[in-house]
């Protein structure tokens, strides 16, 4: 498995968790936890491509 695999694998993952989530949470805090997640995933593309 290459990388670009791996990481799709864990973004799927974390969708399902996420929607998950989302059944048990109100939707502000959901919005709020995706906007942290998007942050993240732009944060961790931007280390790999300075890499």
């Known amino acids: 498995m290459n990388a670009q695999m791996i990481i ?3 973004m ?11 059944r048990m949470m ?3 805090d959901f919005q709020n936890t995706m906007q942290m997640f998007d942050q993240n995933m732009t944060a ?7 890499m």
């Open 12 to 22: 799927v993952k974390t969708a399902k968790t996420l929607t998950r989530l989302n």
């Open 44 to 50: 961790n593309n931007i280390k790999q491509e300075m």
């Open 26 to 28: 109100p939707s502000q």
């Open 8 to 10: 799709a694998n864990i």
